[in-house]
């Protein structure tokens, strides 16, 4: 496939796996990273069509800050392809018997899966709470979806809180709508919450202020599917090279270049 013809597919895949859309990304750069002009319109536009996808910000700003492109790139989606959190939640689950979670979160699923032995109180978020019921179901796990009435119960009853950074910022959290509600009965009532944080994730603060601008600064910010959890509300962090964090875990993290030039409107 012709890079641009990749990069055109790539920029309409909506509702796919975000890792899977920024791996196609990263083969799609990789192809014209030797035209910087170029890769910057694409990158400007994949940006566009993707506003929350931060690993394929973080592909994006490693591919139009770099001095070899092709090599940064292509580290970076070794990194994320090679993404250790799932093994990490899978032994962070040990003894567990209940979890609630809300949304999709690939690594999380995964790690269920692979364990077989724990009951997943699956919250929804528009939508993404039946594809993992579904993911979960074919794999025979042990699951249910829980009615937003049932929400503040599951929290309170379940071993662990557990939610899916969007893109992890210096205090806060971009998640999945509905998981501030969960985070906070869950810390109130004394149960953990957990936050998986996978690879590239993390955002320097002008992308993370972006991003959660693109998204929620709206009239109905309520109707946005969003919500920005604070790191005081998280109790423990796993990510690619986190084991078992705390919530100062999340400023910590290796953040992509801050690459400004990705927010300016392309002319394509």
């Known amino acids: 496939m012709h890079p641009i013809e990749h990069l055109r597919y790539v920029a309409r895949a909506h509702g796919a796996d975000p890792v899977e859309i920024a791996m196609g990304a990263a083969d799609a750069l990789a192809g014209i990273s030797r035209d910087p002009a170029a890769a910057l319109v694409s990158a400007r536009r994949l940006v566009e069509h993707h506003p929350t996808n931060a690993p394929l910000w973080s592909v994006c700003a490693h591919a139009v800050t770099s001095m070899d492109p092709y090599r940064d790139v292509d580290d970076l989606a070794r990194r994320i392809t090679s993404d250790a959190t799932a093994t990490h939640l899978v032994d962070a689950l040990e003894g567990a018997s209940t979890i ?106 002008g992308l993370f202020t972006a991003m959660v601008g693109g998204v929620r600064d709206r009239p109905d910010p309520w109707a946005s599917g969003f919500d920005v959890v604070p790191h005081a509300l998280v109790s423990s962090v796993f990510g690619p090279t986190i084991t078992s964090g705390t919530a100062d875990t999340l400023a910590r993290m290796n953040a992509c270049p801050a690459a400004d030039e990705l927010l300016r409107r392309s002319v394509m």
């Open 100 to 205: 609630c979670m809300i949304g999709w979160s690939g690594h999380l699923v995964d790690a269920l899966a692979r364990r077989g032995d724990i009951h997943a109180l699956v919250v929804d978020s528009l939508g993404d709470g039946q594809d993992a019921l579904r993911y979960l179901s074919r794999r025979e796990v042990s699951c249910e979806l829980v009615a937003p009435e049932g929400l503040a119960s599951a929290a309170e009853c379940a071993d662990a809180t557990i939610l899916s950074a969007l893109a992890v910022g210096n205090d806060s959290v971009l998640c999945a709508g509905g998981s501030l509600a969960l985070a906070a009965v869950a810390y109130c009532v004394e149960q953990p919450v957990w936050m998986v944080a996978s690879e590239g994730t993390r955002l320097p603060t």
